[in-house]
């Protein structure tokens, strides 16, 4: 039950940032850091949920993929400290039973002149 209550308290703050998150991106030194750690947060965030989705704690998923929970747990929280390599990344996806895919997407137009 606990997990569950860590669970919704996670979302619940997660919500209220991204709903402050337009205001934030008004200041050009905010905007610029955001997407600096964009791709990291948004790595993060996906292993995060793609464990949660196949019903693994940190521990079983360490278990899975030859590491311990405390990588584990850095590589969810964050993820820029931990560095993991590609096949780190991969060995992971594997353990949750999935693929690691990465990709390359235009920017998006920022409205500057160039």
Known sequence: MTGNK???????IAKRMLDKLPDLMQD???AVAWQET??????A???LHARRAAGLSQVELAKRANTNQSFIARLE????????KIGTLSRIAKAMQTKL????VPEEDS????
């Open 6 to 12: 860590n669970a919704s308290l996670e979302l619940k």
């Open 28 to 30: 050009p030194d905010f």
């Open 38 to 43: 964009e791709a990291e947060l948004s790595i």
């Open 45 to 47: 965030g996906k292993m």
């Open 77 to 84: 929280s964050d993820l820029y400290k931990a560095n993991p």
């Open 101 to 104: 895919r990465i990709e390359f």
């Open 111 to 114: 409205g500057a002149a160039t």
